[in-house]
């Protein structure tokens, strides 16, 4: 299970730190992500680390302001977000890749690749 929070109202300009907490499967074993999707939109990746930690990918709206990590130890990751923007206005998910000790780019970036989501915390940017 995946358990995403720490969304929230946020004024543009303004951050926010997401937290996943995940029971059952460990990150030191599965690459994990997140993704977003707003309204109307399809979902739409933000940013990846390897299960070993070593490798971090970000999507093109995330780069330079948001930061992925993982905290092995507490299980959980976490998706601080920077310079937030009223287009960051999103659902957040976390997600699990569906197969342990597996990281590759460009499957990575792809949410069929995810099996394991979470329930998704909503960011609200006002302008």
């Known amino acids: 299970q995946l358990q995403a929070s720490g969304g929230g109202l946020v004024q543009a300009g303004g951050s926010l730190r997401l937290s996943c907490a995940a029971s059952?499967?460990?990150?030191?074993?599965?690459?994990m992500a997140w993704f977003r999707q707003a309204p109307g939109k399809e979902r739409e990746f933000v940013a990846a680390?390897?299960?070993?930690?070593?490798?971090?990918f970000y999507g093109d709206s995330a780069k330079g302001r948001f930061a992925i990590s993982k905290d092995n130890a507490k299980n959980t990751g976490y998706l601080q977000m920077n310079s937030l923007k009223p287009d960051d206005a999103a659902v957040y998910y976390c997600?699990?890749?569906?197969?342990?000790?597996?990281?590759?780019?460009?499957?990575?970036?792809?949410?069929?690749?995810?099996?394991?989501w979470g329930q998704g915390t909503q960011v609200t940017v006002s302008s």
């Open positions: 997600a699990v890749y569906r197969q342990p000790y597996y990281v590759s780019n460009p499957e990575v970036r792809r949410s069929s690749e995810y099996a394991y």
């Open positions: 680390i390897s299960y070993s930690g070593r490798g971090t």
């Open positions: 059952g499967r460990t990150f030191t074993k599965y690459t």
